[in-house]
């Protein structure tokens, strides 16, 4: 899509104005009080001439995004959406902003604008009561689809939206063809995102135990302590399914599923055979380090400098058995040699009174392994899900704690499964 052509570039004067006045607005040094400023702060949006560098400071200045936000809500009416709202979705349609950073700058201010629900919802109805021009019906259709594609669970209302019949119609029933083919678009979307939720027959997805969801994007990667011990067998379905006539328009969707559901049971194969392997439970070679008899010290969050996403400081009551006959001064050296002990980002098995409970990521800090006695630092994948939060709870109260290191290649299998699930078109 081509950026705006407005009547002020062809106007050195008035396009100097409006710059000022986009960074005076920017910096907070102006405020926008009324719709005739809002619209001339999206005009002055609309005027600058690289949309990578005016969308990214829209976005990290101090006033630039909250400013778009108070621009769109002025005035609702049916003038301002075919106008300066119109414009500014046109904007923003444009091709730098899909491609940089793979649409990341591009999603975010989206999801700001359609976050300003008094904004969103006139617009949804100005285009159900068809009271928007073609520009602004593609407008609107153009923000639909990239809503859609927003990671769950920010695109539900959205897909909702999609599914309504009047919404549909007015794109495939359309006379013009850029509405079609966005209806089509739309269309295809919801092919591949919805799985039949009326499938309620017996051995269907959902409610084995606490990872088991209809949909397979709710599905954790990692697995839950209950997963693993669920007698259930894992729901997979059968290749003749995807020929069920039955399921015609929707075999796209389950396709994704049936892969998906596939690859990740393979993960899990070699994950349950190693942890048997690293309990005593099956005969068999472990390659990583199994502590026992941990204690809980502390919460690690980075340095001051350099904050971290949360993890928990787990002490060793012993020595590592690797780093017994090391002199204290040569402990941190032997350490940053050894990459493979204890090695960054690998995956452990954490066990509270014998009982599997979490698989959280180790966090290789060096001082805190050459202290005395060792501290580990693991994080948690999915931190405030309901499995992490039982995990948090039980440590208060468990009477032993149990690492064991896992060295399935996890890291070969997250991307294809996060792959599959964001995949959408």
């Not at 809503?147 to 539900?156: G, K, V």
Request: aromatic share 6%; charged share 25%.
């Amino acid at each position: 899509m081509s950026t705006l052509q407005d009547s002020s570039a062809e106007d050195p004067v008035r396009l100097a104005r409006l710059n000022n006045l986009f960074h005076s607005v920017n910096k907070g040094d102006r405020s926008l009080k009324s719709s005739r400023d809002g619209d001339r702060y999206i005009e002055s949006l609309c005027c600058q001439s690289d949309p990578a560098v005016c969308i990214d400071q829209v976005l990290h200045s101090s006033a630039g995004m909250s400013a778009l936000q108070s621009s769109i809500r002025f005035d609702l009416s049916p003038t301002f959406l075919n106008g300066p709202a119109s414009r500014l979705l046109n904007y923003l349609q444009h091709t730098e902003l899909e491609t940089l950073l793979q649409g990341a700058l591009l999603r975010q201010v989206l999801a700001n604008i359609a976050g300003t629900a008094l904004f969103w919802n006139a617009l949804e109805q100005a285009f159900r009561r068809e009271e928007l021009l073609l520009p602004a019906q593609i407008s609107f259709g153009w923000l639909l689809m990239q809503l859609m594609r927003l990671q769950e669970p920010h695109c539900d209302v959205y897909y909702q939206t999609a599914r309504e019949p009047r919404i549909l119609d007015i794109f495939l029933k359309s006379r013009e063809l850029p509405l079609r083919t966005i209806g089509s678009q739309i269309s295809h979307l919801l092919s591949t995102w919805a799985i039949s939720m009326d499938d309620n027959t017996i051995g269907g997805a959902g409610g084995r135990h606490d990872n088991d969801f209809v949909d397979f994007r709710q599905v954790a990667i990692l697995p839950t302590a209950d997963e693993l011990v669920s007698k259930e067998p894992p729901f997979l379905r059968l290749a003749e399914t995807l020929d069920d006539p039955d399921v015609t328009g929707n075999q796209l969707a389950m396709h994704l599923d049936h892969q998906f559901r596939l690859y990740r049971e393979d993960m899990l194969g070699e994950l349950r055979e190693e942890i048997l392997i690293a309990l005593g439970q099956k005969k068999g070679r472990h390659r990583g380090i199994v502590v026992e008899d941990m204690t809980l010290v502390g919460v690690d969050c980075g340095t001051e400098a350099k904050r971290q996403n949360w993890g928990l400081r787990l002490q060793c009551q012993r020595d590592l058995l690797q780093l017994r006959n090391v002199k204290p001064k040569d402990r941190k050296q032997t350490i940053e040699s050894s990459h493979s002990l204890l090695r960054h980002q690998s995956l452990t098995c954490l066990i509270l009174d014998g009982e599997i409970s979490a698989f959280p990521w180790i966090h290789r800090d060096t001082d805190l392994l050459a202290s005395m006695p060792p501290i580990i630092t693991i994080r948690f994948t999915g931190a405030g899900t309901a499995s992490v939060t039982k995990t948090i709870l039980k440590l208060k109260t468990c009477r032993t704690i149990k690492l064991v290191q896992i060295d399935t290649a996890v890291f070969a299998y997250e991307p294809v499964l996060l792959g599959l699930q964001k995949m959408k078109t």
